[in-house]
Nanobody
């Protein structure tokens, strides 16, 4: 069983930055494809960015050039650096492993 714990959310002004982190335990982290998803009120959960076990990454168009996903296999951690935040980025952000395991989510609010 894999456990995922997110941290780093909060309130930030438009144009600001936040870095989310997800700590994994209970599995072989370096083997896993990891992803960050988000869910805004009244909307479906959507993929934001993903990173494979070989380090290759993918991004949704709405975050390209603003967000960066990375992983540290030695620390069993995947991160999401979010820059140039806009109000539409407001959501609960979730960490995912292998499409199967989810963290509890961390709230990101972008507001003046």
């Amino acid at each position: 069983q894999v456990q995922l714990v997110e941290s780093g959310g909060g309130l930030v002004q438009p144009g600001g930055s936040l870095k989310l982190s997800c700590k994994a335990s209970g599995g072989f982290f370096s083997d896993y494809a990891m992803g960050w998803y988000r869910q805004a009120p009244g909307k479906q959960r959507e993929l934001v960015a993903g990173i494979q076990n070989d380090g290759s990454t993918k991004y949704r168009d709405f975050v390209k050039g603003r967000f960066t996903i990375s992983r540290d296999n030695a620390k069993n951690t995947v991160s999401l650096q979010m820059n140039s935040l806009i109000p539409d980025d407001t959501a609960v952000y979730y960490c995912n492993a292998e499409g199967l395991y989810w963290g509890q989510g961390t709230q990101v609010t972008v507001s003046a």
